[in-house]
Antibody, heavy 121, light 107 residues
Framework: EVQVLESGGGLVQPGGSLRLSCAAS????????MAWVRQGPGKGLEWVSA????????SYADSVKGRFTISRDNSNNTLYLQMSSLRAEDTAVYYC??????????????WGQGTLVTVSS | DIQMTQSPPSLSASVGDSVTLTCRAS??????LAWFQQKPGKAPKSLIF???VLESGVPSKFTGSGSGTDFTLTISSLQPEDFATYFC?????????FGQGTKVEIK
């Protein structure tokens, strides 16, 4: 069974940093592109970032470019999102998602339950 | 960036009704469109990819269609478990973009 489980969320002050993790199981992690998607309180879904299976390709939403870094450890089946210079508008539930179909044309076929990030003083 | 527009933002329907949700892309995305269902406090669930292909285990009451810029999701014979918010997403290009969602409520 495919499972992705996020962790690392919490309360952080504006300007602070946080690293999210996503532990994957039930599939060949190194062969699958992965993504982060967030959802602010009472809002819709916002795509944040994606990374290829090898980690050689990545993309970011303009809203997080230069502040967030996506990475992966294929030896430990774990995806990461390093977030810095956090702002109040980054407050959201962050979902990790497995991609089907690869990095270029993949879509999110399995989602984690999410981890809440709150940016507030 | 490709803008995705869903309509209506919300609708009310009764158990047993059929409803059609619409998703429009600001430019041609061929068939690189996915539909997701989300219930309150839960993660999104993938329903349809490639505009019309059902995910494994998704009942055939969900039907996706369209190509290019105009897409629809039809849900037949609504049941209580179908009342949720539905999102479309294009995966033709980066940045990936979602529609704002259509909330299907019980009348």
């Amino acid at each position: 069974e495919v499972q992705v489980l996020e962790s690392g969320g919490g309360l952080v002050q504006p300007g602070g940093s946080l690293r999210l993790s996503c532990a994957a199981s039930g599939f060949t992690f190194s062969s699958c592109a992965m993504a982060w998607v967030r959802q602010g309180p009472g809002k819709g879904l916002e795509w944040v970032s994606a990374i290829s299976g090898s980690g050689g390709d990545s993309s970011y939403a303009d809203s997080v470019k230069g502040r967030f870094t996506i990475s992966r450890d294929n030896s430990n089946n774990t995806l990461y999102l390093q977030m810095s210079s956090l702002r109040a508008e980054d407050t959201a539930v962050y979902y990790c998602a497995k991609r089907a179909g690869g990095y270029r044309y993949g879509y999110n076929d399995h989602w984690g339950q999410g981890t809440l990030v709150t940016v507030s003083s | 960036d490709i803008q995705m527009t869903q309509s209506p933002p919300s609708l009310s329907a009764s158990v047993g009704d059929s409803v059609t949700l619409t998703c429009r892309a600001s430019q041609d995305i061929t068939n690189y469109l996915a539909w997701f269902q989300q219930k309150p406090g839960k993660a999104p669930k993938s329903l349809i990819f490639a505009a019309s292909v059902l995910e494994s285990g998704v009942p055939s009451k969900f039907t996706g269609s369209g190509s290019g810029t105009d897409f629809t999701l039809t849900i037949s014979s609504l049941q209580p478990e179908d009342f949720a918010t539905y999102f479309c997403q294009q995966y033709n290009s980066y940045p990936r973009t979602f529609g704002q969602g259509t909330k299907v409520e019980i009348k």
